[in-house]
């Protein structure tokens, strides 16, 4: 069965302070894509990032980097130098065997105070 | 960009009312969808679309039916409504044939109460 874990429910840090949510997969393909997605309080998700399963370089952009390991089955995604704007829910998810829709995890709450 | 709408961000309907919900996206995607998002549950897909007058079940399609006429509209129809479809829902639509890996790109969302 194919599963998507973010343990993490809600976190809270003060800004400037660096942030990893994690993100937990399970499949049993060889071939898989995982993706990431942040919810902010207007209600819209927004695409961050697709990660294929060939692919195990690290990306960076801006503030934001994920951390890909086949090895544990993790998508971790770190945010630096935090900011009240990136408040928000953030989704991870995996796309199905079929390949039809994606398996999302239950989401992790990030609270960025000032 | 990608621009997908949703053609109500507050809907209050009553039990037992036939409910539409209407998605249009502009980017000539194939492929559109639509999830419910709840508390502690996440989202959940109820259907999808790979082409027009395609449609497959979801995790959850119980319920709901679909329509697909045209490329750029996905309706989803909750036939006789009830109280614990009470949620928000979420429109999707993606690039590529029979789903494809291509990012997922989402509506502002409807909030639909039923009373």
């Known amino acids: 069965a194919q599963k998507v874990t973010q343990a993490q429910t809600e976190i809270s840090v003060v800004e400037k302070e660096d942030v990893t949510l994690d993100c937990v997969y399970e499949?049993?393909?060889?071939?898989?894509?995982l993706f990431w997605y942040k919810q902010p309080p207007s209600g819209e998700l927004v695409f961050l990032i697709r990660r294929n399963s060939f692919d195990e370089q690290n990306e960076i952009s801006g503030r934001y980097s994920w951390n890909f390991q086949k090895s544990t089955s993790s998508f971790n995604f770190t945010i630096t130098a935090s900011q009240v704007v990136d408040s928000a829910v953030y989704f991870c998810?995996?796309?199905?065997?079929?390949?039809?829709?994606?398996?999302f995890g239950k989401g992790t709450t990030l609270s960025v105070s000032s | 960009d990608v621009k997908v709408t949703q053609s109500s961000r507050y809907l209050v309907k009553r039990t037992g009312e036939k409910v539409f919900l209407e998605c249009v996206q502009d980017m000539d995607h194939e492929n559109m969808f639509w999830y419910r998002q709840d508390p502690g549950l996440g989202l959940r897909l109820i259907y999808f679309?790979?082409?027009?007058?395609?449609?497959e079940k979801g995790d959850i399609p119980e319920g709901y039916s679909v329509s697909r006429e045209k490329k750029e509209r996905f309706s989803l129809i909750l036939e006789s409504a009830s109280t614990n479809q009470t949620s928000m829902y979420l429109c999707?639509?993606?690039?590529?044939?029979?789903?494809?890996?291509?990012?997922?790109?989402f509506g502002d969302g409807t909030r639909l109460s039923i009373l």
């Open positions: 679309s790979y082409d027009v007058k395609m449609k």
């Open positions: 999707a639509s993606s690039f590529g044939s029979t789903g494809g890996n291509q990012p997922q790109h």
């Open positions: 998810a995996l796309l199905n065997q079929a390949g039809t829709a994606l398996i």
């Open positions: 499949t049993r393909d060889t071939t898989y894509y």
